[in-house]
């Protein structure tokens, strides 16, 4: 089972430049999220989505985006890239069933800004 | 806001004995309570879990407990193994079904 998909793996940027990070799951999943994590700061809340066609908010949305066209795929876009959003991102799906407290994370994309 | 947050950021502990993560919570709505494991590279794993109305939970070589009086989780490890080494957090659901939130971690390293 391949569970959460991210791609790709690490990724340079250059400041002004858009991109998007992919994210699928293979487990019918309907909650899907965007991490951003830190070093010292834990993993925070970029954007979620509740089933397709729906999202929301999380705590740290400036300069991104995301839309859930189908169950397995969550792309989070990068409008203009800014050095504050070198990070490690996370993408994350988890079930109804499990009351979203078991949460299933991708291998993560290392993003730096020049 | 509300945040969740932990006593030490890193652990140290000898192989084989038992290991305590400790970890503070500040927003009582909140319904579970879940940590998570992270090992160097990899996204987070879950570990386990506990709803707001448990006291305790087991589950293999972990044990979870929850004190609502002073707003305290802890996991409990036991026997540790080299294999234990990793960042661990604590994180509690809220608003419904749709938001974690993560405390910043605590580094075990499990000494051979």
């Known amino acids: 089972n391949a569970g959460v998909t991210q791609t790709p793996k690490f990724q340079v940027l250059k400041t002004g430049q858009s991109m998007t990070l992919q994210c699928a799951q293979d487990m019918n999943h309907e909650y899907m999220s965007w991490y951003r994590q830190d070093p010292g700061m834990g993993l925070r809340l970029i954007h979620y989505s509740v089933g397709a066609g729906i999202t929301d908010q999380g705590e740290v949305p400036n300069g991104y985006n995301v839309s859930r066209s189908t169950t397995e795929d969550f792309p989070l876009r990068l409008l203009s890239a800014a050095p504050s959003q070198t990070s490690v991102y996370f993408c994350a799906s988890s079930s109804w069933e499990r009351m979203n407290t078991e949460a299933f994370f991708g291998q993560g994309t290392r993003l730096t800004v020049v | 806001g509300e945040s969740v947050g932990l006593h030490l950021p890193t652990l140290s502990v000898q192989e084989g004995d038992n290991s305590i993560i400790n970890c503070a919570y500040s927003n009582s709505a909140s319904d579970y309570f879940i940590w998570y494991k992270q090992e160097s590279g990899k996204g987070p794993q879950f570990i386990i879990d506990i709803r707001s109305n448990m006291d305790k939970r087991q589950g293999q070589r972990v044990t979870v407990l929850l004190n609502k009086t002073v707003k305290h989780l802890s996991l409990q490890i036991a026997a540790t193994q080299p294999g234990d080494s990793a960042v661990y957090f604590c994180?509690?659901?809220?608003?419904?079904?749709?938001?974690?939130?993560f405390g910043t971690g605590t580094r075990l390293t499990i000494i051979p």
């Open positions: 994180a509690e659901k809220t608003g419904g079904n749709e938001k974690l939130t």
